[in-house]
């Protein structure tokens, strides 16, 4: 399964971005999906999950209630709709497939990767 990340940008403080990631197989169909971040000098740490049938979704704290996931399995595609974004949010966002139907907020819970793309919020 290859994944190709987009939408990223930079956006002012209180913008808004979509981010979309394209499977390249419906393999990931039966498989759940989410997002991860990266900043210079930390782990990659967990954004968002669904499960394949997009019924589940987990958050972390830090995105609950700005950030929502969701899937179009018809399109093998991802999407994260960020909104009342944050400087804290500037990171590379990554996709992922996870290794059973429902995704999971360890590294080790996925075994396909996208990219990356940079989202920048500043003013």
């Known amino acids: 399964v290859q994944l190709q990340a987009s939408g990223g940008g930079v956006v002012q403080p209180g913008g808004s971005l979509r981010l979309a990631c394209a499977a390249s197989?419906?393999?990931?169909?039966?498989?759940?999906m989410g997002w991860f971040r990266h900043t210079p000098g930390s782990e990659r740490e967990f954004v968002a999950s669904?499960?394949?049938?997009?019924?589940?979704?987990v958050y972390a704290d830090s995105v609950k209630g700005r950030f929502t996931i969701s899937r179009n399995n018809a399109k093998s595609t991802m999407y994260l709709q960020m909104n009342d974004l944050k400087p804290e949010d500037t990171a590379v966002y990554y996709c992922?497939?996870?290794?059973?139907?429902?995704?999971?907020?360890?590294?080790?819970?996925?075994?396909?990767w996208g990219q990356g793309t940079l989202v920048t919020v500043s003013s």
């Open positions: 992922a497939v996870a290794r059973t139907s429902y995704g999971s907020r360890e590294l080790s819970g996925w075994n396909y």
């Open positions: 669904i499960s394949w049938r997009g019924d589940v979704t």
């Open positions: 197989k419906r393999t990931s169909n039966n498989n759940g």
